[in-house]
Antibody, heavy 123, light 110 residues
């Protein structure tokens, strides 16, 4: 069964850091791009970051660029999101999603999603 | 506010056909294929349509997508109660250099 399981969410104060993880199974992880997508309470989906199959290329939404870093460990079938300088507006349910391609082409779609991990930024 | 505009809501009775749009610009939909996602609250989003008009295996043919110019549309024919969900369009945007989602359309089955 193809599966993505996120972990690492929690309550954190503004300005602090948090690292999310996503464990993948049921498919050849190293063959595909991976992404993070978030949903703030009561809001719609927002793409956050993407990484290609060999970690050579990362792309970020403007709202997180310079603060968040996406990475992957193909040997451990794992995806990560290092979130620094967290802001209240980063409060959201963070989803890990599998891309349909190996490179970050504009045609990439997200065909497998996890259940999400909640991040709450509050003092 | 997203660069992709979707109507906030759409509704229909069981068996009806419902169609709603996703309006973009020359830096996104005008250049690239659109994908559609179905999201039931509390569950993982699901890829419904990719590359503007293709259905992944397992998605009923009641769902169809199209694109023309800087707009795309999703149609649900033979509306069923289990189709009640939020639907999002998504596409790459050259100006933002990333993927963007529409604001979502909440479909209600009356």
């Amino acid at each position: 069964e193809v599966q993505l399981v996120e972990s690492g969410g929690g309550l954190v104060e503004p300005g602090r850091s948090l690292r999310l993880s996503c464990a993948a199974s049921g498919f050849t992880f190293e063959d595909y791009t991976m992404h993070w997508v978030r949903q703030a309470p009561g809001k719609g989906l927002e793409w956050v970051a993407g990484i290609n199959w060999k970690s050579g290329t990362h792309v970020y939404a403007g709202s997180v660029k310079g603060r968040f870093t996406i990475s992957r460990d193909n040997a451990k079938n794992s995806l990560f999101l290092q979130m620094d300088s967290l802001r209240i507006e980063d409060t959201a349910l963070y989803y890990c999603a599998k891309g349909t391609q190996s490179l970050l082409y504009s045609t990439d779609a997200f065909d497998v999603w996890g259940q999400g991990t909640m991040v709450t930024v509050s003092s | 506010q997203s660069v992709l505009s979707q109507p906030p809501s759409a509704s229909g009775t069981p068996g009806q056909r419902v169609t709603f749009s996703c309006s973009g610009s020359s830096s996104n939909i005008g250049l690239y294929p659109v994908h559609w996602y179905q999201h039931l609250p509390g569950t993982a989003p699901k890829l419904l349509i990719y590359t503007s008009d293709q259905r992944p295996s397992g998605v009923p043919d009641r769902f169809s997508g199209s694109k023309s110019g800087t707009s795309a549309s999703l149609a649900i024919s033979g509306l069923q109660s289990e189709d009640e969900a939020d639907y999002y369009c998504a596409v790459w945007d050259d100006t933002l250099n990333g993927w963007v989602f529409g604001g979502g359309t909440k479909v209600t089955v009356l």
